[in-house]
């Protein structure tokens, strides 16, 4: 809907009227309008602009979400993505515009099924504009995906900033670390004919038993056996 013009806009900012006005430059197909938003909002704030004298509900108001950042927020310079189950210690998580007097922080890592682990802080390292944050791996702590909380207090109230899609791994089980070719034909034509065609794949294992006999090691490709044809401990 087209707002009318010239004449006076209603905005709401969170609820609450706000501050605004028509910029001279509007016309009747389009109109620039500002307006003032509220301190000590943040998050995602709902804007609603109609004409002044449009009774609620109005057909002729346009709505929007407004992105309400603070700046004081620490922010997370190259955030791990993941660390095996097995470690003492989270990698280390490296903030900008960490507060240099806080009274409280905490860090919280929160399961997919929301369930909270409390992690000690074992050190605050201050690195010129940088910070640097210790944190002891909680003893509960399992497998998963997790988003990693980090909650700081200062003057200017609590301030959090995420890690998310933290993925925690079991450090000492078999897996693939690499492997190919990733595809291969297993038919081919020649002179008119149809060759059943065998390939060589090769696969790379971490924390695979070492000393294993050619016999004792079994590979299947889908729910057939195929010929393991080497195993070399590296």
Request: hydrophobic share 45%; net charge positive; glycine share 8%.
């Amino acid at each position: 809907a087209y707002l009318p013009f010239p004449g006076k806009v209603l905005v709401t900012f969170g609820g609450v009227e706000v501050s605004s006005a028509v910029h001279p430059s509007s016309n009747k197909k389009s109109s620039l309008v500002t307006f003032y938003t509220r301190a000590g909002l943040l998050g995602t704030i709902p804007v609603v602009i109609k004409p002044k004298m449009c009774l609620d509900p109005c057909a002729d108001q346009v709505q929007f979400d407004f992105r309400s950042l603070d700046a004081t927020v620490p922010t997370l310079l190259a955030p791990p993505s993941g660390m095996a189950k097995q470690k003492d210690v989270l990698p280390k998580i490296t903030l900008k515009k960490f507060p240099a007097e806080y009274s409280s922080l905490v860090v919280t890592m929160v399961a997919s099924n929301r369930t909270e682990l409390a992690c000690t802080v074992q050190k605050v390292d201050p690195m010129g504009d940088l910070t640097q944050l210790d944190v002891l791996t909680p003893a509960a702590l399992v497998e998963g995906g997790y988003s990693v909380r980090i909650s700081v207090t200062d003057s200017g109230g609590l301030k959090t900033v995420s890690i998310e899609s933290f993925v925690v791994y079991d450090g000492i089980a078999a897996k693939v670390v690499s492997y190919g070719p990733a595809m291969v034909p297993t038919v081919a034509s020649a002179g008119g004919r149809l060759l059943q065609l065998q390939s060589r794949v090769s696969a790379t294992m971490a924390n695979f038993p070492q000393g294993l006999l050619l016999s004792s090691v079994v590979a299947t490709l889908g729910a057939n056996a195929v010929t393991v044809l080497q195993v070399t401990d590296l």
